[in-house]
């Protein structure tokens, strides 16, 4: 019902800064909690960020507070994750995921994931 389609991977030196975009379909976006995970090779999926769909509320998993920042515009359908001060254990497939209950905290997400995927995109960052 919800189709996520994410771009802007890549491979980045530590310290560095890449943007994600992901463009939603299939609803009404205003109406979509959209968040990102994010799966480390032989580690378990993470919550990383999520954004209510007014784009007024957010929430971050701690280790990237204050480096990675979620936004949204609702006129293009499209959810961004700016990540600044990039380190190697950031390396992960990047997933965009959405939800249309209403907006959960942190580790809620993290317990029990959203409704909705992409197919993630890799990022990589090089020490």
């Known amino acids: 019902q919800v189709q996520l389609v994410e771009s802007g991977g890549g491979l980045v030196q530590a310290g560095g800064s890449l943007r994600l975009s992901c463009v939603a379909s299939?609803?009404?976006?205003?109406?979509?909690?959209m968040g990102w995970f994010r799966q480390a090779p032989g580690k378990e999926r993470e919550f990383v960020a999520v954004?209510?769909?007014?784009?007024?509320?957010?929430d971050y998993t701690d280790s990237v507070k204050a480096r990675f920042t979620i936004s949204r515009d609702n006129t293009k359908n499209t959810v961004y994750l700016q990540m600044n001060s990039l380190k190697p254990e950031d390396t992960a497939v990047y997933y965009c995921?959405?939800?249309?209950?209403?907006?959960?905290?942190?580790?809620?997400?993290?317990?029990?994931?959203?409704?909705?995927w992409g197919k993630g995109t890799l990022v990589t960052v090089s020490s």
């Open positions: 299939g609803r009404t976006f205003s109406n979509i909690v």
């Open positions: 954004i209510s769909g007014s784009g007024g509320r957010t």
């Open positions: 995921t959405g939800d249309l209950r209403t907006l959960y905290g942190g580790s809620y997400y993290q317990k029990y994931g959203m409704d909705y």
